[in-house]
């Protein structure tokens, strides 16, 4: 996939897509192979930049279909949303994550999957449009990660590595928790066997590997329960004087209007996990282009003298962040010293949908057209100006 990472590529594939999002009930589960994901968006790396939006998607597949025609797009759309959610009520299922992954040790067998050595066809055939193109289909993930789990009997925590590390969108929560739904960890008792015959079927006959895969495995035993947190969503901030907008790459869309007039941005990329060359492209060419389109500033590795020049260069009283999720951003900033004028803001899509995430997916989907109801309408010509 060539993702040229910036918000006008973003903007295209999205107004290229709101005409299929009706279609997609009925072609989302076909994986058709690399440079044929025509059923899909492939708009997981800029949604998970927020070079565009989870509320822009929405409103502009709201703008040309009714809830009803596009409901399972939109409902895909919150399903990040509720990941995200659902951690921020969990950070422990982050942590545990993190530390257990320390814990495996790197087999033969796991050298051989990652190289994509298995003999399963399909199998190694993803480990290399993985490793070629930082997107897999959602089918893909899913028949993926259940080999791994069930089949090759891998842990769980390395293949969860493996995809956050050479994944474009590889995000903390998304992935983290899909590995766990798959292996049976995210809902007790129910796990995700991968089958010859769904393959077979949803990749067109383009693989069989029939007679290769467990599909009779248990589900793994569950490891720990994580009790839920409350969530804190507090009133966004009312910052003084003159404005900084200071971004990671998890969130580089605009600050909210109602925070005031930004005089100055910057955005950082913490260098917090390894990931492969193509992702660290994608991430520094989103930053890139954002700051270009915004004359901001980049800040250099040396976070805190950066950040302090920044401020003095452009003689900052009030610095703005959106709120850190669960996963490497927040990590890094947990364990940094911001200046006092610092303030989090919290994205009104968020504040909306997270505290749904209480449970399993259905009590989102259940507000899901109330929450629709709520946004202001919008014409296409809003979000796509030349029309
Ligand atoms: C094991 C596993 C790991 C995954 N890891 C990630 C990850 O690291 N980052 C990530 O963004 N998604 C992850 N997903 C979810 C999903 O596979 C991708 O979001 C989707 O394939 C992206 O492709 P798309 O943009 O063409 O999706 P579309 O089908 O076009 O969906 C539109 C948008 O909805 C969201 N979305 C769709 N399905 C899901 C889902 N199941 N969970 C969360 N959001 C969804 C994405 O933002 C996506 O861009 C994972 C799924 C599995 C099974």
Aim: proline share 6%.
């Amino acid at each position: 996939m060539n993702s040229p990472p910036t918000r006008s590529v973003a903007l295209a594939r999205l107004e290229a897509f709101v005409p299929l999002a009706a279609k997609y009930a009925g072609h989302r589960n076909f994986d058709l192979g690399v440079g044929k994901h025509t059923g899909v968006s492939s708009l997981s790396p800029y949604i998970r930049t927020r070079l565009v939006t989870e509320e822009e998607a929405t409103r502009a597949v709201l703008a040309r279909h009714s809830p009803s025609a596009a409901e399972k797009f939109l409902q895909e759309i919150a399903w990040r949303t509720y990941w995200k959610g659902w951690l921020e009520m969990r950070p422990e299922a982050w942590s545990h994550y993190l530390a257990t992954l320390a814990e495996q040790e790197k087999s033969a067998a796991y050298g051989n999957a990652i190289a994509g050595e298995t003999g399963i066809g399909c199998f190694d055939h993803w480990v290399r449009e993985l490793l070629d193109t930082g997107y897999l289909h959602n089918h893909a993930r899913m028949w993926f990660a259940s080999i791994w789990v069930f089949t090759l009997k891998l842990p769980w925590q390395l293949g969860a590595d493996f995809f956050l590390r050479h994944l474009l969108d590889g995000d903390p929560a998304a992935n983290t928790l899909s590995w766990r739904w798959v292996a049976g960890l995210h809902t007790p008792g129910k796990h995700y066997l991968a089958r010859a015959e769904n393959i077979a079927k949803f990749t067109l006959g383009r693989f069989n590997p029939a007679g290769q895969l467990d599909e009779k495995s248990q589900a793994i035993p569950l490891d720990q329960i994580f009790t839920r947190q409350a969530l804190h969503l507090p009133q966004n901030p009312k910052p003084q004087g003159r404005i900084g907008h200071l971004m990671f790459p998890e969130d580089l869309a605009m600050s909210p209007e109602d925070l005031g007039e930004i005089h100055a941005t910057a955005a950082y990329l913490p260098a917090s996990h390894q990931t492969s060359s193509l992702v660290t492209e994608f991430l520094n060419g989103a930053i890139s282009s954002t700051l270009t389109e915004r004359s901001g500033t980049r800040l250099g590795e040396s976070f805190h003298s950066a950040l302090n020049d920044w401020i003095s260069a452009e003689k900052l009283d009030s610095i703005v962040i959106s709120r850190p999720t669960v996963g490497f951003t927040r990590d890094f900033l947990t364990n940094q010293t911001l200046p006092p004028i610092t303030h989090i803001f919290i994205r009104s899509w968020d504040r909306l949908l997270w505290p749904h995430a209480t449970a399993g997916f259905f009590k989102l989907k259940e507000a899901l057209p109330k929450i629709h109801a709520s946004l202001a309408p919008q014409r296409e010509g809003d979000l796509f100006p030349h029309l």
